[in-house]
C-alpha cells in the first residue's frame, strides 16, 4: 500500500485560488503516474491532471486546461494541484492517486490506480 495524505483543501469564492498538497509519505516515490481525482456529491469520480512520474507529461481534464497545473517535487515525495479561477462546479472531495505497475500508463481512469488517499474537500462558492 502507498500512504498518500492530502492537504490545501478549503473554502474559496468563485475567482479564488487554492493549492492541494499530496504527501507519498513513507515510500519511495517509484509511481509511474500520480493523479488528481474529484467526486462531487452523487456524481461519479472524474480525473482531473495527471502526471507520469519519469518525464513529467500532463494530462488534464479538459474542464481544468488552463486553470489547474500538476507538478510534483520527487526529492520530496510531493505532488501538487495548483486550482486557479475556481467555478463553484469544481466544488468536490479531492483525492491523490498513485499508479504502480509493471507496464507503464499515465492519464485519467479512475480504475487504472490502486492506491488513493482520504481526500481532501475544495469547496466553491458563489
Known amino acids: 500500500q502507498v500512504p498518500l495524505v492530502e492537504s490545501g483543501g478549503g473554502s474559496v469564492q468563485a475567482g479564488g485560488s487554492l493549492r492541494l498538497s499530496c504527501e507519498v509519505s513513507?515510500?519511495?516515490?517509484?509511481?509511474?503516474?500520480m493523479a488528481w481525482f474529484r467526486q462531487a456529491p452523487g456524481k461519479e469520480r472524474e480525473g482531473v491532471a495527471a502526471?507520469?512520474?519519469?518525464?513529467?507529461?500532463?494530462y488534464y481534464a479538459d474542464s481544468v486546461k488552463g486553470r489547474f497545473t500538476i507538478s510534483q517535487d520527487k526529492g520530496a515525495n510531493m505532488v501538487y494541484l495548483q486550482m486557479s479561477r475556481l467555478k463553484p462546479e469544481a466544488t468536490a472531495l479531492y483525492y491523490c492517486?498513485?499508479?504502480?505497475?509493471?507496464?507503464?500508463?499515465?492519464?485519467?481512469?479512475?480504475?487504472?490506480?490502486?492506491?488513493w488517499g482520504q481526500g481532501t474537500q475544495v469547496t466553491v462558492s458563489s
Open positions: 492517486a498513485a499508479r504502480v505497475a509493471i507496464s507503464f500508463w499515465c492519464g485519467l481512469a479512475p480504475g487504472r490506480f490502486g492506491h
Open positions: 513513507g515510500y519511495t516515490y517509484s509511481s509511474d503516474c
Open positions: 502526471i507520469s512520474t519519469d518525464g513529467g507529461s500532463t
